[in-house]
């Protein structure tokens, strides 16, 4: 993938429910999108690059982080996940996972052409199927299912160097200005943050695919 290229490169994290959202509302795009597919480049991003590995009860954490409980907000994800074909049922998911090991292998399967799938698969893993996305059975089936082999998925699980380099690029991430996610750069020229509605990621990807800019990025 070269920078004059039709592309979209994709901060995100597994843990984050939005990015499960956004992601879905950018495939709802691409499904509506005539002509030219873009690349798309997933890159880590930590909500919580400190998550136990045994995990840590959500609500606890919510509550802890910012003072007050989640539940109207996982009212309003979740009404506009419906609006947008998800299924999205937030109390189902009690526990925070660490979501390094699952960015590996997002980060790894850029290799085989699947990983956005594997992002998204991980994200539906997590807030869907309520699974521990930092268990290597969890990972080993979902890396499987994108392209890995046994060999692979044994050789990524027993390196030490590969969580380190995740949290070191969600850190880079963070310090070039990616403040929170999901964070879209479309052709390297302008941004979309957030789950914004799908006629946003129309629009954004309609001016991608022309190489046109926002009047408010140029």
Not at 21 to 49: K, M, V, Y
Not at 63 to 86: C, N
Request: charged fraction near 25%; include cysteine.
């Amino acid at each position: 993938m070269t920078d004059d290229q039709f592309r979209i490169d994709i901060f995100s994290d597994p843990n984050c429910p939005w990015c499960l959202l956004g992601l879905t509302r950018l495939d709802n795009a691409l499904a509506r999108l005539e002509g030219e597919r873009p690349g798309i480049l997933h890159h880590p991003f930590l909500l919580d690059a400190d998550a136990p590995a045994e995990g840590e009860n959500v609500v606890e954490m919510l509550v802890k982080k910012y003072g007050r409980e989640p539940f109207d907000m996982w009212d309003r994800i979740e009404t506009e996940a419906h609006q947008s074909g998800l299924e999205l049922d937030m109390r189902k998911q009690t526990m925070r996972y660490p979501s390094q090991m699952a960015q590996v292998f997002i980060q790894a399967a850029a290799h085989k052409g699947t990983q956005h799938p594997l992002a998204l698969a991980f994200s539906h893993a997590c807030y869907i199927d309520a699974k521990n996305i930092s268990d290597p059975e969890v990972i080993r089936d979902l890396a499987k299912q994108h392209g890995f082999t046994d060999a692979e998925v044994d050789g990524l699980l027993a390196a030490d160097e590969p969580p380190g380099q995740i949290e070191a690029a969600a850190a880079q991430a963070a310090q070039s200005g990616v403040s929170g996610v999901p964070f879209f750069i479309f052709n390297n020229k302008f941004a979309v943050s957030g789950a914004q509605p799908e006629a946003v990621f129309d629009e954004a990807l309609g001016m991608a695919a022309r190489g046109e800019v926002p009047e408010a990025a140029q």
